[in-house]
């Protein structure tokens, strides 16, 4: 099985022909109990903008685990998430941005069965169309974003 190599985050040619688009930001504090409130926004958000149930429970998701790699793994004061749902609402782009200034590779080997962590990247990389981390434009540090199907 061949992993897919994070890439640039810029928009992929889907999201760049079908502007304008809606898009939604919101900041959190880096702590453990961000990754809940951004559940709940995110959540909210996408019910809003009337996202199909498989598409918000898998973007829920995603923004859960990008959240908590972010809390966990690198001295973030802030993280900062946007959503972006293209104009024809079949695409949606989650991106979290955070201070850490270490690249997101794919996950070189699955967590085993007695492990606690390690889950999170095989999840995004599982459940996302496409992602990918980069410099971030918006933090002083990287962003780690995922596109994912809204309406097929």
């Not at 994070?6 to 930001?25: F, G, I, K, Q």
């Not at 959540?43 to 598409?55: F, N, S």
Request: charged share 25%; proline share 8%.
């Amino acid at each position: 099985m061949t992993l897919p190599t994070p890439s640039a985050p810029a928009l992929t040619p889907a999201l760049a022909a079908t502007v304008p688009c809606r898009e939604y930001w919101f900041g959190l504090p880096a702590l453990r109990t961000s990754a809940r409130s951004a559940r709940h926004t995110v959540r909210d958000r996408l019910r809003a903008w009337k996202v199909p149930g498989d598409a918000l429970c898998d973007a829920v998701l995603l923004v859960s685990e990008l959240t908590t790699n972010a809390v966990l793994h690198t001295d973030s004061g802030h993280v900062l998430c946007g959503l972006t749902l293209t104009g024809d609402e079949r695409r949606l782009r989650i991106e979290l941005h955070d201070d850490g200034r270490t690249p997101v590779r794919p996950p070189e080997h699955q967590a085993g069965p007695g492990d606690e962590g390690g889950r999170g990247l095989f999840l995004v990389q599982q459940l996302a169309d496409r992602w990918g981390s980069a410099r971030s434009t918006r933090a002083e540090g990287k962003v780690v974003w995922a596109e994912l199907t809204a309406h097929p």
